[in-house]
T-cell receptor
Framework: SAVISQKPSRDICQRGTSLTIQCQVDSQVTMMFWYRQQPGQSLTLIATANQGSEATYESGFVIDKFPISRPNLTFSTLTVSNMSPEDSSIYLC??????????FGQGTRLTVV | AQTVTQSQPEMSVQEAETVTLSCTYDTSESNYYLFWYKQPPSRQMILVIRQEAYKQQNATENRFSVNFQKAAKSFSLKISDSQLGDTAMYFCAFLNNFNKFYFGSGTKLNV
């Protein structure tokens, strides 16, 4: 199994600013995933982060808006840039150790005012 | 592309009763994994049960079991002896061969 620590757990931010969310895993993993969960909605994959290479973004998400870092095999960050109220969501990081289960952080609840 | 459909936005069940949550999916892949995740108000995503597509036997985990119909692309979750702690959002999920998860829209279960 994997234990994922995600920080911050919640934040309220002014529009136009940026927030960086951190995700720390207690074991080395090849791939880390970032999801967005808009209010009352399901999880949507933002991007896949591999160590040593640029993140791969899903349709509708771009690096300028959601830059991702993956400096090592246990850590990743997601930045939500130039925020607007539409960015208010829960952001979750996830890892999949062996294709048998995805482990999730507890999520970051972001409110943009 | 894979899609996952949960047609029941919200369901209610009495304690100790049984409830079934529906899920259908669409894929052209032959081998994949299916999951049910539970998300209580704490926001933590918790694995309830998983099914490997090449296994015909339905997965079971204590009070939770699935009815996996591969030909029909159906993957329903049955919760027996429902408990108050089962109150949560339940997401059906599909894992493809590229390690990408696709989630359904969720079913809110009230016990």
């Amino acid at each position: 199994s994997a234990v994922i620590s995600q920080k911050p757990s919640r934040d309220i931010c002014q529009r136009g600013t940026s927030l960086t969310i951190q995700c720390q895993v207690d074991s080395q993993v090849t791939m880390m995933f970032w999801y967005r969960q808009q209010p009352g909605q399901s999880l949507t994959l933002i991007a896949t982060a591999n160590q040593g290479s640029e993140a791969t973004y899903e349709s509708g998400f771009v690096i300028d808006k959601f830059p991702i870092s993956r400096p090592n095999l246990t850590f990743s960050t997601l930045t939500v840039s130039n925020m607007s109220p539409e960015d208010s969501s829960i952001y979750l990081c996830s890892v999949d150790l062996s294709r048998t289960e995805a482990f999730f952080g507890q999520g970051t609840r972001l409110t943009v005012v | 592309a894979q899609t996952v459909t949960q047609s029941q936005p919200e369901m209610s069940v009495q304690e100790a009763e049984t409830v079934t949550l529906s899920c259908t999916y669409d894929t052209s892949e032959s081998n994949y994994y299916l999951f049910w995740y539970k998300q209580p108000p704490s926001r933590q995503m918790i694995l309830v049960i998983r099914q490997e597509a090449y296994k015909q036997q339905n997965a079971t985990e204590n009070r939770f079991s699935v009815n996996f119909q591969k030909a029909a692309k159906s993957f329903s979750l049955k919760i027996s002896d429902s408990q108050l702690g089962d109150t949560a959002m339940y997401f059906c999920a599909f894992l493809n061969n590229f390690n990408k998860f696709y989630f359904g829209s969720g079913t809110k279960l009230n016990v």
